[in-house]
């Protein structure tokens, strides 16, 4: 059974950043991929960004492209997630997922328990 400890949440002004992690236990190898989500409260569940655990393909939601960075520590079984410039619009909990390589929350099987992460302008 995968189990996923996200950790690095917290409040931040508009324009700081927060470096999310993510650890993996587990028959971590059977998962395809690891990727981030977030939602708002009143808001569906929403993509943020993946990484395949094979060769390190990256996919990013395009809202915050080029602000955050997914990367992956492969002998940690840990994902990262680097998050710069900030915008009171970011405001979610976040949580970490494994499955396939896929933008779609339907296709991961196992997800954390979220960190809530709070932008204040």
């Known amino acids: 059974q995968v189990q996923l400890v996200e950790s690095g949440g917290g409040l931040v002004q508009a324009g700081g950043s927060l470096r999310l992690a993510c650890a993996a236990s587990g028959g971590t190898f059977s998962s395809a991929a690891m990727g981030w989500f977030r939602q708002a409260p009143g808001k569906e569940r929403e993509f943020v960004a993946a990484v395949k655990w094979s060769n390190g393909f990256i996919t990013y939601a395009h809202s915050v492209k080029g602000r955050f960075t997914i990367s992956r520590d492969y002998g940690k079984n840990t994902v990262y997630l680097q998050m710069n410039s900030l915008k009171p619009e970011d405001t979610a909990v976040y949580y970490c997922?494994?499955?396939?390589?896929?933008?779609?929350?339907?296709?991961?099987?196992?997800w954390g328990q979220g960190t809530q992460v709070t932008v204040s302008s």
């Open positions: 997922a494994a499955g396939m390589y896929s933008s779609t929350p339907d296709d991961y099987d196992y």
